[in-house]
């Protein structure tokens, strides 16, 4: 993100930096000040020539400066900006983009891009005898299919497609499609919170590819979330 100054001077800023991420793990935090790009001075540079700079190399030394000040300055922005061109159609997609910012957290990288999971908190409501998904088995997978619109796994940010890994903390990939649906089943039936892990099917075989070679941390991704859990009951 970027501030344009009184003069020549431009605000280059961090933001929307997502835990366990790689930019994350080399100490970048969301209202970061951008100072230098590999060594050189861009604070008079456009903010389109500071995102060529970043993008077009593959190792990138950044020297940073944190002030939150930028980050809520902007923040500011666009939440006015959101209130004077709102409609009900842009509400529904900035609600969306929300959701999927608040529940996406970057699994890996690699030459493709990220893969991210999502954190889906599935709580049974009253106004409704269902939590609104179906479970397939397609290609040795679990994969949720006809989502309900505004049923509680929608409400998650559940979505058609969505592949399960993980069901309330335990990893349920070599588990037999009958014992998933029953653990669901059984957690829909007693009215207990139901904590998945997901995964878009498109991904699948980049995360598969990835596990061959790589050790992917999950007690840190599923510590994290316990966290979130914790924050959110507060």
């Known amino acids: 993100s970027f501030l344009p100054g009184n003069n020549q001077t431009q605000i280059h800023f961090i933001s929307n930096v997502q835990p366990y991420s790689i930019p994350y793990k080399a100490g970048l935090r969301d209202g970061d000040r951008i100072l230098t790009v ?33 980050l809520s300055l902007i923040q500011c922005t666009k939440s006015d900006l959101n209130k004077t ?46 939590i609104g998904f179906l479970l397939r088995y397609t290609a040795n997978l679990h994969m949720t299919d006809g989502v309900k619109i505004n049923f509680p796994a929608y409400n998650s940010g559940l979505r058609s497609g969505d592949v399960i890994l993980f069901i309330n903390k335990k990893n349920i990939e ?46 840190s991704i599923l510590s994290n979330n316990n966290e979130d859990d914790k924050n959110e009951e507060q």
């Open 38 to 70: 590999n060594g050189l001075d861009i604070t008079n540079n456009t903010h389109e020539d500071v995102r060529n700079m970043i993008l077009n190399k593959s190792a990138v030394k950044l020297t940073v400066m944190y002030d939150p000040k930028y």
């Open 174 to 219: 070599q588990m037999t499609h009958n014992d998933v649906k029953v653990i669901i089943q059984t957690l829909t039936n007693s009215n207990q919170t139901i904590d998945l892990i997901v995964i878009n099917k498109n991904d699948m075989q980049r995360y598969r590819n990835y596990k061959e070679n790589n050790v992917i941390d999950w007690n």
């Open 85 to 130: 061109t709102s409609s009900p159609r842009s509400n529904y997609e900035s609600k969306e983009r929300k959701l999927s910012k608040d529940l996406n957290t970057i699994l890996f990288l690699d030459s493709q891009g990220p893969v991210n999971i999502k954190h889906c908190i599935i709580k049974k409501e009253s106004a409704y005898k269902m």
